[in-house]
């Protein structure tokens, strides 16, 4: 079946510019997790929805991030006015609520 | 909170011999660990998990890992290396604790299979 799908692949934007990147989870899978890796922070959790809600924002770096879900399914993480230090790959993950989460191909953002 | 820890930063192992990635755990209560394997320019594929019953653990691709409590370790082995199995691996487990929630992940291990 189908995996979890990310877009764009890449984003090359200027600094102060707003992003968009998008998360398409497995169908029927109830959570869905934003992640960060970066050369010097590794792989970082952002924020995590159950449904359409998130219980979780514990991770996101700044007010500068944020993140919906609609309709139980796609997200969108979005990042205002960006920084050379929030160039990095997103990768979203999907699960079915219980254990083995699943991944995308993630999103590379490089931000000039 | 819960920490994992891959001491290793790169492994370095010739074709068929046999490979070990090494994981160290810190948690409360029953641990619930995972494997990952990241290809270039990929996102990050499941390759196991332990989540309770056999210490040992078989999943994709010939991989199996060995879950250890008293030494709070799940290193990652397989008896046999290929070039393909060239790769970035990661070692997570929930942060708080369970099965469920975010994963926090180890720093990663470059493994570098050699023909």
């Known amino acids: 079946g189908a995996g979890v799908s990310q877009s764009p692949s890449n984003k090359v934007t200027e600094k102060g510019k707003d992003v968009e990147l998008r998360c398409d989870p497995i169908s029927g899978h109830t959570a869905l997790y934003w992640y960060r890796q970066s050369l010097g922070q590794g792989l970082e959790f952002l924020i995590y929805f159950q449904g359409n809600s998130a219980p979780d924002k514990s991770g996101l770096p700044s007010d500068r991030f944020s993140a919906e879900r609609t309709g139980g399914s796609v997200s969108t993480l979005t990042i205002q006015r960006t920084q050379q230090e929030d160039s990095a790959v997103y990768l979203c993950?999907?699960?079915?609520?219980?254990?083995?989460?699943?991944f995308g191909p993630g999103t590379r953002l490089t931000v000039l | 909170a819960q920490s994992v820890a891959q001491p290793e930063d790169q492994v370095n192992v010739a074709e068929g011999n046999p490979l070990t990635v090494k994981c160290t755990y810190s948690v409360s209560g029953n641990p619930y660990l995972f494997w990952y394997v990241q290809y270039p320019n990929r996102g990050l594929q499941f390759l196991l998990k332990y989540i309770t019953g056999d210490n040992l653990v078989k999943g994709s691709y010939g991989f199996e890992a060995e879950f250890n409590k008293s030494q709070t370790s799940f290193h990652l082995k397989k008896p046999s290396a290929l070039v393909s199995d060239s790769a970035l691996y990661f070692c997570?487990?929930?942060?708080?604790?369970?099965?469920?929630?975010?994963?926090?992940f180890g720093k990663g291990t470059k493994l570098s299979v050699k023909p």
């Open positions: 993950a999907s699960s079915s609520g219980v254990d083995t989460q699943y």
């Open positions: 997570a487990g929930p942060q708080g604790g369970g099965s469920q929630g975010n994963l926090i």
